[in-house]
């Protein structure tokens, strides 16, 4: 009502001067025209000025425009609204019959969060445990987890034993063993295998078994008796026959080693700080040091035996290079895996003992791998080590590409320690309790017990009238 009061005086206001303005459009006439005179006709341009005079005089803005209108709604709309949306007392029930009330869930006995932590604090198990044996569970069984990456390594290492899938090295392929054993007959020299220095190669060159030069010329005395050129011909088909190399494993007959396959780590792999060192002495930082001199020694020895820049000899030096140049980043990759795997046992729980006791096994298994992928014949002709060489090279490249910690030999390594680590601890837990459970205390009381028992069972017998 306030609105259209003002509303009104404004259009008053307006009228009256718009007849100002009207009278001082045409002066000529007079203030009060003879009634019996008509006025003269407004011309188009004079109704304009009129109807904007009008326009600028009212306030549009105060009021509302009949489509803001419309979407309101009015009494009789929400009457009907509240009407149409009754809900029925069937349709209450019908909508609340899978909900219980805060009594029905109070007798349902649930215990609360407070009460299960106690419970559980109670029974001694390792803080975390359900929550890593669940992170362990999703590593195993996702589409990228260990267990799909050990079905894929495990089809790869038999394809690699039947010797039927192609091969491709430093940029020459081969498509089978025959492929091999006919492209080194035609290589000059039946012992062109002992070129061949990959991963497992370079591993065993750590170490020497020669400390004289009477062991040198022994070395070389018993390699041309077995019908060899050379020493190096000699190790690398013996490195064919031998799983482990000596430089990292030996044999030991004490009983705590039987389940690992009788062997245990050399002297520079004796304990993690062993391996690691300090800053005078680094049995880790030698051994690389020594790969490294091997690798450029063996490299000279290929650049000599087989020129680069003879055509005749430029795929020989590829594949022989290639074998040695990846070879080299492999075994490194091995020595430096080690270390990390250690600490990733320790975080999980072991001991450093334990952990490293882990890292023998896994170096074990890696080894094993890759005897069984480089025998691919029990004939051990040029051909065959050589293709053999070559599919281990290709093999170990997916340790390289994953890191070798998040190889598959490694996660299931992992995820099996630490399940065993907490398997120790709960059952350390239940032994606790059972002999908490044993306690002298426990006993008395069992005592005292079967004393009450025998009195009641007396007291019975002396007053027969006597209801319990």
Not at 3 to 13: K, P, S
Not at 177 to 202: I, N, P, S
Not at 419 to 447: E, W, Y
Request: aromatic content about 6%; glycine content about 6%; proline content about 4%.
């Amino acid at each position: 009502m306030e609105r259209q009061r003002v509303a009104l005086e404004e259009l008053r206001r307006s009228n009256r001067d718009l007849e100002i303005r009207i009278n001082n459009m045409s002066p000529s006439q007079p203030s009060h025209p003879n009634p019996s005179i008509p006025p003269a006709p407004l011309s188009t341009s004079d109704k304009e000025a009129i109807a904007n005079e009008v326009v600028g005089l009212l306030n549009l803005g105060s009021y509302a425009t009949k489509a803001e209108l419309e979407p309101l709604a009015t009494k009789s709309d929400l009457a009907s609204y509240l009407k149409s949306t009754e809900v029925s007392q069937f349709a209450r029930v019908s909508l609340l019959a899978d909900y219980v009330s805060s009594t029905q869930l109070n007798n349902m006995n649930f215990v609360d969060r407070a009460g299960l932590e106690h419970a559980m604090l109670n029974l001694g198990i390792p803080d975390r445990l359900l929550e890593r044996v669940v992170e362990m569970e999703r590593e195993l069984n996702e589409p990228d987890g260990a267990i799909r990456r050990l079905d894929d390594a495990l089809k790869e290492l038999a394809s690699s034993k039947r010797g039927g899938a192609g091969v491709s090295i430093g940029g020459i392929s081969f498509k089978d063993q025959f492929a091999a054993e006919a492209w080194t007959q035609m290589l000059e020299g039946e012992d062109v295998y002992r070129f061949g220095f990959d991963m497992k190669m370079q591993i065993l060159g750590l170490t020497s078994s020669a400390h004289s030069t009477s062991d040198v010329v022994k070395d070389m005395a018993d390699a041309n008796r077995a019908g060899f050129s050379s020493t190096g011909a000699a190790k690398v088909k013996a490195s064919f026959v031998v799983s482990l190399p000596e430089s990292v494993f030996k044999e030991s007959n004490v009983d705590t080693d039987a389940a690992k396959g009788g062997v245990k780590f050399t002297p520079p792999f004796s304990s993690s700080d062993t391996f690691e060192g300090d800053a005078e002495f680094s049995a880790k930082s030698t051994m690389e040091t020594t790969l490294s001199n091997n690798r450029d020694r063996h490299q000279a020895a290929l650049d000599l035996r087989f020129p680069p820049d003879q055509s005749k000899h430029a795929k020989a030096h590829a594949v022989f290079s290639a074998i040695l140049r990846l070879g080299y980043f492999q075994a490194v990759g091995f020595l430096e895996s080690l270390l990390p795997f250690n600490k990733m046992m320790v975080q999980a729980g072991m001991s450093h003992t334990e952990a490293w006791k882990k890292c023998l096994t896994y170096s074990r298994a890696v080894f094993t791998r890759i005897h069984e992928v480089r025998t691919v014949s029990t004939e051990h002709t040029a051909g065959s080590m050589l293709y053999g060489m070559m599919r281990a090279t290709r093999m170990l490249e997916s340790y390289g590409e994953l890191g070798w910690i998040r190889h598959p030999d490694v996660s299931s390594a992992l995820v099996v320690a630490a399940l065993q680590k907490d398997g120790k601890s709960l059952t350390d837990s239940i032994q606790a309790q059972v002999k908490r459970l044993k306690d002298p205390q426990v006993a008395s009381n069992k005592s005292h017990i079967a004393e009450l028992k025998s009195e009641l069972k007396k007291l019975k017998e002396d007053n027969p009238s006597l209801k319990t």
